[in-house]
């Protein structure tokens, strides 16, 4: 079993940052590719981005590529999010999610078996 916690979330200006954390806990965290998801009222879960358990990759959702930025520190079991020129359409609950290995359909939120409980991020114009 994992444990996922995220943090970091908050209101901010369009054109500013956050750094969005993940902590997790239960399970040898460098066997886990960490993914991030958004969600807003009314529509599905968005894959947001990706990265494997041994770090070497990355991947983004269209929609944030050259904006954010995950990253991972194994010795504090720990995945971040790095959101610049944020825009009011990034605004949405931002779930952490974890899954054992790497799998190609990584942007499937059905392919993760972990997941934290949410933090919101609102971005205003």
């Known amino acids: 079993q994992v444990q996922l916690v995220e943090s970091g979330g908050g209101l901010v200006q369009a054109g500013g940052s956050l750094r969005l954390s993940c902590a997790a806990s239960g399970r040898t965290f460098s066997s886990l590719s960490m993914g991030w998801f958004r969600q807003t009222p009314g529509k599905e879960r968005e894959f947001v981005a990706l990265?494997?358990?041994?770090?070497?990759?990355?991947y983004y959702g269209d929609s944030v590529k050259g904006r954010f930025t995950i990253s991972r520190d194994n010795a504090k079991n720990t995945v971040y999010l790095q959101m610049n020129s944020l825009k009011p359409e990034d605004t949405a609950v931002y779930y952490c999610?974890?899954?054992?290995?790497?799998?190609?359909?990584?942007?499937?939120?059905?392919?993760?078996?972990?997941w934290g409980q949410g933090t919101r991020v609102t971005v205003s114009s």
């Open positions: 999610a974890a899954v054992v290995g790497y799998y190609s359909d990584y942007v499937r939120p059905a392919r993760y078996r972990y």
């Open positions: 990265i494997t358990w041994t770090g070497g990759r990355t």
